[in-house]
């Protein structure tokens, strides 16, 4: 099942994707130190 979400990042922008492994991708926006880590909720 694919995912639409939209996360309130620190900086107070909104970030939208979407993705089939919800709780993985908002790990990831979360603790990686990749360019998805850049929109952090």
């Known amino acids: 099942m694919f995912y639409f979400y939209i996360l309130r990042c620190s900086d107070?922008?909104?970030?939208c994707g979407q993705t089939n492994g919800l709780e993985r991708r908002?790990?990831?926006?979360?603790?990686?130190?990749?360019?998805?880590?850049?929109?952090?909720?």
């Open 12 to 15: 107070n922008s909104l970030y």
């Open 26 to 41: 908002v790990n990831g926006h979360n603790f990686d130190n990749k360019k998805s880590s850049k929109y952090t909720p």
